[in-house]
């Protein structure tokens, strides 16, 4: 497994940017298909992007495709997250997640290592 850490998440505007950043730690990072999920307010947590081991391969959700980039930094065990043209809608707890195999994946029961969160909220 590896550990995760959120972080860049805040308050902004509708329109507006956000960069959601996920370091990692330990061995496997480099072998880990890497996604992004989120959960709004009494709501279920839902899947946003992923990225395959090599940053390759990218998936998205229709909600967010044309509006948000996953890209990651092998060399800096690093996941981003790059969000565009935010919605009051995207508001939620954004969720870094980790699985043990190179192989992308948009199911949530498939990642095994999750982050704490980070908080976005759009305002309109």
């Known amino acids: 497994q590896v550990q995760l850490v959120e972080s860049g998440g805040g308050l902004v505007q509708a329109g507006g940017s956000l960069r959601l950043s996920c370091a990692a730690s330990?061995?496997?990072?480099?072998?880990?298909?890497m996604g992004w999920f989120r959960q709004a307010p009494g709501k279920e947590r839902e899947f946003v992007a992923v990225?395959?081991?090599?940053?390759?391969?990218?998936y998205y959700a229709d909600a967010v495709k044309g509006r948000f980039t996953v890209s990651r930094d092998n060399a800096k065990n690093t996941v981003y997250l790059q969000m565009n043209s935010l919605k009051p809608e995207d508001t939620a707890v954004y969720y870094c997640?980790?699985?043990?195999?190179?192989?992308?994946?948009?199911?949530?029961?498939?990642?095994?290592?999750w982050g704490q969160g980070t908080q976005v909220t759009v305002s309109s």
């Open positions: 997640a980790g699985r043990n195999t190179i192989v992308a994946s948009n199911r949530l029961a498939d990642f095994n290592s």
């Open positions: 990225i395959d081991w090599r940053g390759v391969g990218t």
């Open positions: 330990g061995r496997t990072f480099i072998t880990s298909a």
